[in-house]
Nanobody, 116 residues
């Protein structure tokens, strides 16, 4: 079993920055993919960024050049640095970790609101 604890959301003005963190505990040895997803009101959950255990990254087109995903293997933590935030980035952001054996674990979600 895997436990994911997210932090770092909040209210920020357009053009501002936030950094999200997600710390994993429990069955961390079988994680092979970490990522961030988001869900805005009335919309489906979408992939924002993912990172593999060998640091191969993938980003949604809408965040390329503005967001950076990274990880700290020792701390079993994945980060999402979000710069140049826009109103359309407003959503609940979810940490996701995939483990061997078909396991797909989600964090509780953290609200990010971009507004002046």
């Amino acid at each position: 079993q895997l436990q994911l604890v997210e932090s770092g959301g909040g209210l920020v003005q357009p053009g501002g920055s936030l950094r999200l963190s997600c710390a994993a505990s429990g069955s961390v040895f079988s994680i092979y993919l970490m990522g961030w997803y988001r869900q805005a009101p009335g919309k489906q959950r979408e992939m924002v960024a993912t990172i593999t255990t060998i640091d191969i990254t993938n980003y949604a087109d809408s965040v390329k050049g503005r967001f950076t995903i990274s990880r700290d293997n020792a701390k079993k933590t994945v980060y999402l640095q979000m710069n140049s935030l826009k109103a359309e980035d407003t959503a609940v952001y979810y940490c996701n970790m995939k483990r061997t054996g078909g396991y797909n674990d989600w964090g509780q979600g953290t609200q990010v609101t971009v507004s002046s």
